[in-house]
């Protein structure tokens, strides 16, 4: 139904795909580096500052600001709870530039976060961290730096390219270099092929072809499909964290999965099971302060006990510290609850483990490029700063420091670079992919949806297991063999959102199959990665990261040995004599 002679052709100098902390930095820093007259453009699945992730953040932001804290501090914690397996240079420059990055997001873009009565930023506790670090606004943290962001970004000379999905990343003839991105213009349903220098991709995660799930539904893997159709190194894609504490709300409301903030642990928060028990000692001396990957298996541990299925999750009960306290330091989170029927401070709220971040993603070096010239990855879609399990406050933290980053290499690299003519071949095969729904009979795409996410939670969950992760990949086979016989009506592609309903699932089934074959390599249990029948996490000196690569129609999935290159395992950068945490006793 289309051709090639179809897609509108759209130049620019540098493209910028996604409009999160990543995207928005890098915007805003490509047009202070670049040399005068450069072409930025800004293209987005959603609305700018509406959509992705960043705008979700609730917790805060991770930097060392004093008080006894350092960034040798903040790195040591990094590199532990990702169990030895981050990329040292990446951990280390995330937590370095974060402190730069914390004071451009007051001084330059504007936000305001709270403070201390001496006028300081006031930083709370949050599990796995030997210090209280997180800078926040409130709960809502997230809102705070994404509408400074989208101010600064509106106002600049920015092209902006709203609501244009982007399907295909399309190289050179000879494969070595980005040419440009494949677009479809959801407003008309035209598609745009946007020719550039320069590409980042901040596409973002969003792991929601898990039954329970946090990030909004329109975050599906796109990037990263997309970066394996490329044929780039993926690291780590066994890698899912698990936020211990979604709300359990019921299959009535969209609010199920919701992350109720790390911050209500930190404060003093309890988890409690179905016969009233506070359970998480029983796994961890650091009880509901443990890290995520620890406290979700503890409360799924839990579940799996009780064996009733009108009471799946565990409560989190906050009501032993004060309800007008909590009411006080948690607003966000009390009128959460309250919407969906809870008392967060007074009463006990039901959670259950909800995907929330993905660590791994496309292998880069320390300036986001990638191995192909011109393609630049930074936020979510970037494997190697976490490792096995991200720190909460982290997330965002990494996201800015990056995006600036690229921003600021990008910048500097488009003087050497031209616009380079792209592989007809591989547009010719995009164009077939996302048409190819067309070509088949109209069926229904939601519960082949729900299909995906229910085999994922059962088989490639929190706790996984050889013939669990077996059982998976025949069960998302059956799914996405499902979908390429499901069709949808072509009379009207404008807002189409069945066909981008189609194309959502398309990606997730694909990187749903490298998160699965990824675990089946890895043999032992590091951070979210939970092998029942692997529970050993094998020597930390004897770390490596898997490396999932499209070869053909298969994927592959091979070993990487991390590189020590800042510190040993057994060792610290902490000076001698250093306190083991700064964090009061619970």
Known sequence: MFSVKDIDPHDTDILILGTGGAGMFAALHALQTAPEGTKVTIAVKGLIGKCGCTRMVQGGYNVALGGGDSVERHFMDTIEG????????????????AVVRIRELENEIGCFFDRNPDGSLHQKAFAGQTADRTVHKGDLTGIEIINRLMEQVLSRNVEKLQEHRAIGLIPTKDGTALSGVLMID???????????????????????MYKYHTPSGDKTMDGLAMALRAGLPL?????????????????????????LEEGLRGAGGQLVNHAGQRFMFDY???GERATRDVVSRGIYAEMRKNNNPEQEGVFISMAHLGPDNVREKFKGMVKRCADSGFDLAAGKVEVVPTAHYFMGGVVVDMDTRTAMEGLYVAGEDAGGAHGSNRLGGNGVANSTVYGGIAGDVMGA?????????????????????????????????LPLRKELQNAMWD???????????????????????????????ADNLAFNLTWHDWLNLRSLCDISEVITKAALARDNSRGAHYREDF????????????????????????????????????????????????????
């Open 82 to 97: 990702g169990k030895w397996l981050p990329n040292q240079d990446m951990a280390w420059r995330l937590c370095e530039q």
């Open 186 to 208: 959801m407003r008309t349903g035209k598609f745009r092929f946007v020719r550039a220098k320069t590409v980042l991709m901040g596409t973002g995660g969003g792991p929601t």
């Open 235 to 259: 690291r780590d894609m066994e890698m899912v964290q698990f936020h211990p504490t979604g709300l359990l709300a019921g299959d009535h409301t969209r609010m199920t999965g919701t992350v």
């Open 284 to 286: 961890d001396a650091k």
């Open 413 to 445: 690299d488009v003087r050497g670079f031209g616009l380079r003519e792209p592989d007809m071949d591989v547009m010719e095969a995009e164009l077939a992919r996302a048409c190819h729904p067309f070509t088949r009979e109209p069926g229904l795409v």
């Open 459 to 489: 088989e490639v969950g929190v706790m996984r297991t050889e013939t669990g992760l077996t059982r998976g990949l025949t069960r998302i086979a059956k799914v996405s063999e499902s979908l390429m016989e499901t069709g949808l009506s």
């Open 535 to 586: 529970p050993d996490p094998g020597a930390m000196e004897d770390s490596y990261f898997t490396v999932a690569q499209q070869k053909g129609d298969t994927v592959e999935v091979s070993r990487e040995d991390v590189q020590f290159t800042i510190v040993r395992p057994g060792e610290t950068v902490l000076p001698e004599g250093e306190p083991e945490t700064l964090v009061a006793a619970q």
